[in-house]
């Protein structure tokens, strides 16, 4: 007995491996993410309406590079960074930049419909003239028509807000103990390059040190045979020690946390 395959059968088996095992006809981008991994944390005074007594305002302010190292940057169309305190002893104050809205025009946009309506006028005139036909009456109605023809042009006009979408997108994640940036490619902006953030947490007032987890993820789309998915082009993620500005024992102690998280 033969037992050969029809080629569609064997088309579609291999389309199913291929799609368990991740295989794909194009790659994607290759994404590297780098960040320091000590940071330093300045002291704001003078917002203090959210502060309780015993609490006191650290801004920290992160700059995650983006780089391209093979394929095409239009094929990344989401970079996610999180930055959040695992511990949960730092709740986030506020953070930068905030959500930001784009446009593909470079403003609203003006509808106009515009319609022509034509009139016309005309008249007749009737009446009886007596005519010798077989001893009756004609009935004669002479029409005159005359007629003037115009048009009106009606021009409606109406200013439209323009469509937005978000390229940037930001709030807290973990109970306001972390905040997430969702960066959006534009065709005014590029994805590859430096971002710089920005985020004030709430701290006991004694505070001198902590650390905060950072990832960073790049997404976009990718074709598996006639099929579209979701893909992952890069996942990183790494601790980052904080200091207070100007403690040197801290940044010391910061120093130490990394290098013992590097060699472990």
Sequence with gaps: MSHVMPYGNAFL?????ALASGVTFAGGPQVAFDFGRIAE?????GEDALLTPGEKLVEL??????HLLAGKISDVEEVRIEVGDRDNR?????????TQMASH?????EWSKTTEEGHSLGASLGGELP????GLIAHVTPTISGGTKNSETITEKQLRLAPKFAVVASGTIGQEHGVFFKLRSSSQSSLEGTHDLTVRFIVPEKWRGDSVRVCCQATGTEKVFWMKQQA?????????ALYLAGDAEARQAAIRYVSGKERG
């Design 13 to 17: 088996s291999f389309a199913l491996v």
């Design 41 to 45: 944390c300045v002291e704001i005074a």
């Design 61 to 66: 302010k992160l700059r995650v590079s983006v």
């Design 90 to 98: 730092m709740r986030v104050h506020s953070f930068a930049p905030s």
């Design 105 to 109: 025009f470079g403003g609203d946009i």
């Design 131 to 134: 005519a010798p036909v077989g």
């Design 232 to 240: 992952t082009w890069a996942h990183t993620c790494g601790p980052v």
